[in-house]
């Protein structure tokens, strides 16, 4: 099948998809609205159900659970934004999945459909916004994080609402593939959306690796630690029981004279 790429349907970047490692583990289910090349990427190892307005893009990836969902208006007010068909995605979304990814529907056609469309999706799983490095898609995951009542992770070219706070080891791991993707762009592409591309800040690299290293190690210390601390527990309970048959012994053999 040949499909004729729009600039609407660029691959998700390392850093997206580091995030979604980051949140959910392999082999999880991810819920993906707006597909494309990046869909290749995401079924290598999640399991994905793409909602699609577009006809060309339905099956693209043969290894993703395609939902075709028309876009229509969301309401009967004039200039009302058009959004992927709710009854279309209620009916065939699976109930239980870890992600939610925002990538769609494309271009002009606007994401603040999905603002009055919340209650069909659930609650307790991260939601994953990509391109917030635009004003729109900006102003969705703020308002997003509001309804939700939920904390925003907001990096320079996508944003997260997490149901719980992230823990700080994890934050950085996304940031470091975040800004590898920023290093790779052109400052002509960074003009179109920030006023200043060049950052006051030199980015540091290594001192997220050392963050990322020193967190890690942490971990396996408490990891270790809570070990030992249910090996000791495992001893001493033997040990009292092994103390209690002892101690017990006399009184059980002269029960069993008596009987």
């Not at 070990?227 to 103390?243: G, V």
Request: with cysteine; net charge negative.
């Amino acid at each position: 099948m040949v499909v004729e790429l729009g600039k609407s349907h660029f691959p998700i970047d390392l850093g997206v998809l580091t995030a979604i490692r980051q949140l959910t583990p392999q082999g999880s289910t991810i819920v993906e609205l707006g597909s494309g090349n990046g869909t290749n990427r995401l079924t290598k190892e999640f399991k994905v159900y793409s909602i699609e307005d577009d006809k060309k893009w339905i099956g693209y990836c043969e290894d993703s659970n395609y939902i075709h969902a028309p876009l229509v208006e969301i309401s009967e007010e004039k200039d009302s934004p058009l959004w992927y068909d709710v009854e279309t995605i209620s009916a065939q979304i699976p109930e239980d999945y870890d992600l939610v990814l925002v990538d769609g529907p494309s271009g002009k056609k606007g994401r603040s459909g999905l603002l009055a469309n919340l209650e069909i999706f659930r609650k307790d799983v991260p939601f994953v916004i990509d391109d917030t490095l635009r004003e729109h898609e900006c102003h969705v995951a703020r308002e997003m994080a509001y309804l939700l009542d939920r904390p925003l992770y907001v990096f320079w070219n996508f944003s997260i609402i997490a149901p719980d706070f992230l823990p700080v080891e994890k934050i950085a791991r996304i940031q470091k593939a975040a800004l590898q993707v920023l290093e790779s762009e052109e400052d002509g592409y960074l003009k179109s959306y920030f006023s200043i591309p060049k950052p006051i800040v030199e980015r540091d690299l290594e001192q997220l690796d050392s963050i990322i290293s020193e967190l890690n190690q942490k971990r396996l210390d408490v990891a270790s630690l809570e070990a030992s601390q249910r090996k000791l527990e495992l001893i001493e309970k033997s040990f009292s029981l092994r103390l209690g048959r002892f101690l017990t012994y006399p009184l059980r053999i002269l029960s069993i004279f008596k009987k």
